[in-house]
């Protein structure tokens, strides 16, 4: 059936492009032959490619006000999971390339994660683990956290990067970042966040949070699709990951996709500063509440992690639960039908039957992690859209014959 307004409720999967956004992009979207005068490439040295420079680098200056850092410090990519493969890939390389030209010809590196990440943090790891690399992964309690201490216990004479996430994408647990970057140093490792999903969410300033590297995706904040940034503090040891051209100080070869910067920077100057942080968060911290609430009041429905009321140690956008008695899949399906759009895993592997693999990793037993449903939230998002979803679960429930 298909509906003329969706309550869209699957924001971490991906968010629509704010009206911000939209509106600086516009100039870089138009058509035809006099469009290039805006559209040029920002290698050229003609007006067309100088004018294309300068709002790239405008669109830098911009992102970096709002990340907190400089500007000569961040590279624009293609998504998040390029600037995950790029900063895992590129420090451990850069890493050992520097202990074997200092005499260490046979040096095998470690690297440090949690076994709740993204696969764009995972599948590098396990790939640079296939070509000889030590891995630790280190498991999260029952709530999703880890903790600087396991980071600590970890480390060993040979590890040179920790990569742990700000934010998980399916239950929402924040991690204790500046603690985990200290225990990182303090065992000479450098660190790395995957930031995608802290990002507009909760406070995030680089260079309060003394990490080496952190990723970002434009459109989990409402930006534009296949962009993203890599911050590396200056003078981080990282070895490109794409070579061709030589853009973004070399660290990111390829013609730049300006109107996906210029995007991205107006979504990020909307969601971080200070007012829309304080404001939003707020607001959806108390549908996020009211949605726990609504869904464990039901006998079959269990939430996934402990998250307390008004609770600033999960996302606030962000309700993860079980259901027991009915699967993933036949939800989402089912909730669909009604014109509410939810998520039973991560969007890239929603389309297998296989059980949560976080929820698993949290001990949730695999039965029950075939009924997880999560709920994620933005700044479009009303009370409207959670009064419909209430009514859109409660038809689901009588359908199943669950209370
Ligand atoms: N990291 C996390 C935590 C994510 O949630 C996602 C997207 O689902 C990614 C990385 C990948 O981001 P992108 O879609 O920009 O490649």
Redesign the pocket.
Known sequence: MEHGKFAYLDW???APLCFEAARAMAPYLQGGPDSITSQGNANSLHTVGRRAFSAMEDARASLASSLRCRPDELFFT???????NTAIFGIVSAAVKARRAKGEPAFVPHVVSTAI?????LKPIEELKRRGAQVTLIKPDTGGFVTAQQVESAMKHNTVLVSV?A???EVGSLQPIAQCADAAHAGGALFHT????ALGKVAFACRDLGIDAA??????IAGP????ALFLRKGTPCEPYLLGGGQESGMRSGTQNVSGMVGFAAAAAACTSDAALSSEVERLRGMRDELYRFLCSHRSVHSSVPCAPGSTDYLPNVVNVTVDGLESETMVLRLDREGVQVSGG???SSKSLAPNRILAELGIPRDLALGALRISMGRYTTEEDIARFKAAFRSLMEWAGLD
């Open positions: 971490a999967a991906t293609a998504g998040a999971t390029e600037s995950d990440e993204h696969e764009a943090v996430m934010a998980n994408n995957d930031a995608v999903q990723s970002f995706s434009a459109h989990k699709k296949g962009t993203g991560s969007a890239c």
